[in-house]
């Protein structure tokens, strides 16, 4: 629904580092741990990174896929992100609800830890969901979306590298929203 931030950041900076993400490492702590190095070396801040945020706009077709599909059915965004990121991209989005995590801030508005919501959430997510009985349709691109996608009654990949999809031959996949509105749509 929106650009990659850390690719944004790097393009920003130069740091070419920075450009790894989700797509690349199936470890999110180790993609985070890596990434928070980075930033400590090159003593980038929050307001750094939150300056680049703020220049970022949804995926073309984005807002208006969300907003057709919250008109029909609940939505819950399940993200790795952090609230102190996403929070410009979400105001965009009309504010759809999201669940993420936290940054741990020190006082020279650096990032010193991440605070997890709870470890793989995303899967979990989907688990108390169907708890409540709700039946799940996911959607995700990158490996940390895997043990949701699993878990969820209906999954299916969206833009995935080619990497992703060939592990998992299995699962639909969609390259455009109108294909993805209408999988969930045929599904529910």
């Known amino acids: 629904m929106v650009p990659e931030i850390w690719i944004a950041f790097a393009e920003k900076t130069g740091v070419e580092e920075l450009k790894r993400t989700t797509r690349d490492e ?5 993609l985070m741990h890596y990434r928070l190095d980075i930033l400590k070396e090159n003593s980038f801040t929050l307001s750094q990174i939150q300056e680049v945020i703020e220049t970022l706009e949804p995926l073309p077709g984005a807002l208006e896929f969300l ?23 979400m105001r965009k989005l009309k504010n759809p609800t999201l669940f993420c995590h ?7 508005d650096c ?9 793989d959430h995303k899967r979990k997510s989907v688990q108390y ?15 940390n979306d895997l043990g949701m996608l699993k878990t969820a009654d209906r999954c299916i990949l969206f833009n995935p590298p080619s990497s992703l999809s060939a592990e998992y031959p299995d699962m639909a996949v969609a390259t455009d929203y109108k294909t993805l509105f209408s999988f969930i749509r045929e599904q529910l």
Request: negative net charge; charged residues 25%.
């Open 26 to 30: 199936p470890d999110y702590e180790v």
């Open 111 to 119: 990032i010193e830890s991440i605070k997890l919501r709870l470890p």
């Open 129 to 143: 969901l169907q708890k409540l009985n709700f039946q799940v349709t996911a959607s995700g691109d990158s490996y």
């Open 67 to 89: 907003s057709e599909l919250r008109a029909e059915y609940e939505v819950i965004l399940l993200s790795d992100t952090f609230r102190e990121f996403a929070s410009p991209l």
């Open 102 to 108: 936290e940054l741990i801030i020190n006082q020279d």
